[in-house]
């Protein structure tokens, strides 16, 4: 049960069980239909005459019904870990300090000042999205707040109000410790900031020869599948028949089978770039900027602007060759493992000419030396 005024106002949900239940039930059972499979074929290929089959089929129908029987058992056990852990789970907020404490039986206890927090960002998984849950990341510039910073499987109005909270403490609000002037009195809050003009992903859209370059990207990881399919075709040094010939596809037809495979990779990978160019966005606010993107997973990092380190404005060749250019606003947080995804820190604003990268560029140099100086190292 909630054991902080925190918990409460913004409670976990208890679709969470469910949806660790389902991904651990999901994996066992990818597992077990592999087993069954790897089953069915040496009981295919390895039956000999005289009952040998029948025998190597019952030692597998009884191999699998063991695994399943194990995979069930596996179940409920976990059904009792997750309540455990879900029951134990802990997170409150102070004046100076964010606390987040889970685990059953080596629990983690990690304390974040906001002050050192680089980002907030929000995310979910293509199961959150079909559950309607949030994860809420906090990172500093500690690997260990990648791994342990974060609030996962709350609703919507709960990681909007997580998340509104922390970028309000970051910001000095009910913050504790203020900085000092020279004189020895708190120094004046720095206010928000005012830009001249909109600084959004529509006021600086990604140039449309930016898919010239993901094209590019889409025919290299579509013969990257082709290279691997025809790998597997054609027999190895010391054999005359290979994998696909065992299953009856020979001849024309394997090279049919490589070219549809090069056709369907790149065209896919393409439409993904398209999918992720339409649900990109970013935009300066007084205080961060906001970025949000994904096609299948999706995520919405905020950067206050005192956290940046650095502003990179870089070119890969087929960039230079097209006029491009990618901005790369670094904080000094540390990469988050997001699920099993390495999640770089920072945030890109890819596609953009290269006058309108260097305009960017100077925006937010300018805006950096407003907040603290000393902090951004700008």
Same mark, same amino acid.
């Given at each position: ?27 066992? #059972?990818?597992? +077990? ?5 790897? $089953? ?6 390895? *039956?000999?005459? %005289? &009952? !040998? ?108 109000? #997580?998340?509104? +909270? ?5 910001? $000095? ?6 900085? *000092?002037?020279? %004189? &020895? !009195? ?129 070119? %890969? ?62």
């Amino acid at each position: 049960m909630p054991s902080t005024p925190l918990q409460v106002q913004y409670p976990l949900s208890p679709r969470k069980f469910w949806k660790k239940m389902i991904e651990k039930t999901t994996l066992w #059972l990818t597992l +077990l239909f592999g087993f069954s499979v790897a $089953g069915v074929i040496a009981f295919i290929f390895l *039956q000999r005459p %005289g &009952g !040998a089959g029948s025998s190597l089929s019952t030692i597998t129908y009884s191999s699998v019904g063991m695994a399943l029987f194990l995979v069930i058992v596996c179940i409920g056990v976990y059904a009792l870990y997750v309540k455990a852990y879900i029951r134990r789970y802990y997170y409150d907020a102070n004046d100076n300090f964010v606390t987040i404490k889970k685990g059953v039986f080596a629990p983690t206890e990690i304390h974040v000042q906001y002050q050192k927090i680089q980002d907030v960002y929000v995310d979910q998984d293509i199961l959150d999205r079909i559950m309607g849950l949030y994860d809420v990341h906090i990172a500093s510039a500690t690997a260990t707040s990648g791994m342990e910073a974060h609030i996962d499987g709350v609703e919507h109005e709960a990681a909007e109000g #997580l998340k509104n +909270l922390l970028l309000t403490r970051i910001q $000095g609000g009910s913050v504790v410790g203020t900085p *000092q002037s020279a %004189g &020895g !009195a708190p120094a004046a809050a720095m206010g928000p900031v005012h830009l001249a003009e909109e600084v959004s992903s529509k006021a600086y859209p990604i140039a449309g020869t930016w898919l010239v370059q993901q094209a590019v990207t889409s025919l290299i990881m579509g013969l990257v599948w082709a290279g691997l399919v025809t790998y597997i075709a054609f027999p190895r040094r010391n054999s005359s028949v290979s994998l696909l010939d065992m299953v009856g596809l020979g001849g024309s037809r394997i090279w049919f089978l490589i070219v549809g495979v090069f056709c369907v990779a790149s065209i896919l990978q393409f439409v993904y770039f398209l999918i992720w160019r339409r649900t990109y966005s970013f935009e300066f606010l007084p205080e961060y900027i906001v970025m949000r993107s994904g096609v299948i997973a999706r995520s919405e990092v905020h950067l206050p602007y005192r956290t940046v380190q650095d502003v990179v404005v870089k070119q %890969g060749i087929i960039e230079r060759l097209l006029g491009l250019a990618t901005v790369n606003i670094q904080n000094a947080a540390a990469a988050q493992m997001v699920g099993k995804t390495l999640v770089q820190s920072g945030i890109n604003v890819p596609g953009q000419p290269l006058d309108q990268a260097n305009k960017l560029s100077d925006i937010v140099k300018n805006i950096t030396l407003t907040k603290n100086p000393t902090q951004t190292g700008l």
